[in-house]
């Protein structure tokens, strides 16, 4: 009876920890999946706010330890805003970097105006009032003043840079309600460091570091495979057997995540 005993409870044992991993190894490529995520969208680093101090060399260019930022390239220059007509929070807003504009019939040499319901224009910041600054939640952005009468107004524009991204406009407005301070946001390549400058902004010197690597990873291990062991075939390609589960990885990682990052149950858990 004891003999049994031991018996069932080795099985048990073995069960359970045979049990146990499957859900380790999906642990695991959950991990890694998440990390393969993280370097990816860490290397596009679009649509996300700049954290950079900017020092401001002209009404639409600074520079930063990372590179200069110029938005020149986006600026009209004949006397008409870049972006037109904007919608954000019931009004409409127009701005040009770099160049004054003219817009209605309140709006007179400036770079951002507001149309409040389709009537009124108000100048709502002034070429010589640009300054960069970086706050703690949007990050990087350009902020102007204009005053008209006793009432002096803000705006703000916030900068994401995005590679793939000639120039867009989008407009949040007075936020909030009557504080006379209106935000936008930009994203575009021109609001990378180092795009417009010459310079290299250190995103891209990290992709061309990282690229580099792998060419050198692929070229070197074919070679260790082929004159230090042999291999012929599909064999040559270095770690053959990691890619070749890649795509079983990448569906343990999504439902790793779609599972709550936990793994599943088993005899583990008992």
């Not at 019939?105 to 910041?125: E, F, L, M, R, W």
């Not at 102007?144 to 949040?172: H, N, P």
């Amino acid at each position: 009876m004891q003999s049994w005993a031991c018996d069932t409870r080795d099985a048990l044992r073995r069960k359970m920890a045979n049990s146990a991993k499957p859900a380790s190894r999906t642990t695991l490529r959950g991990c890694v999946f998440l990390c393969v995520v993280w370097l990816t969208v860490g290397a596009a680093k679009g649509q996300t706010p700049q954290k950079l101090d900017c020092k401001k060399a002209g009404p639409c260019t600074c520079n930063s330890a990372n590179g200069v930022i110029d938005l020149t390239p986006l600026a009209n220059s004949d006397n008409t805003p870049r972006f037109k007509d904007v919608p954000g929070g019931g009004d409409s807003f127009s701005w040009n970097p770099c160049n004054p504009f003219d817009e209605g019939s309140g709006c007179a040499k400036v770079s951002a105006c507001q149309n409040h319901a389709g009537t009124d224009d108000y100048p709502i910041g002034l070429q010589e009032s640009a300054e960069f600054i970086n706050d703690p939640t949007r990050g990087l952005e350009i902020h102007y003043t204009a005053t008209t009468g006793f009432t002096q107004r803000e705006s703000f524009v916030q900068l994401i840079c995005d590679m793939g991204t000639e120039g867009s406009l989008t407009a949040k407005g007075e936020d909030p309600a009557g504080s006379a301070q209106y935000y936008m946001t930009l994203t575009s390549k021109y609001a990378c460091p180092g795009v417009s400058g010459g310079g290299i902004s250190a995103g891209s010197v990290l992709l061309i570091v990282f690229f580099s690597l792998v060419v050198v990873y692929i070229l070197a291990g074919m070679a260790v495979m082929k004159f230090g062991k042999g291999a012929a075939g599909r064999e040559l390609i270095p770690n053959y057997s990691f890619w070749k589960g890649l795509p079983f990885l990448i569906r343990d990682g999504i439902m790793f995540v779609v599972g709550g990052c936990k793994p599943k149950k088993g005899y583990d858990s008992i």
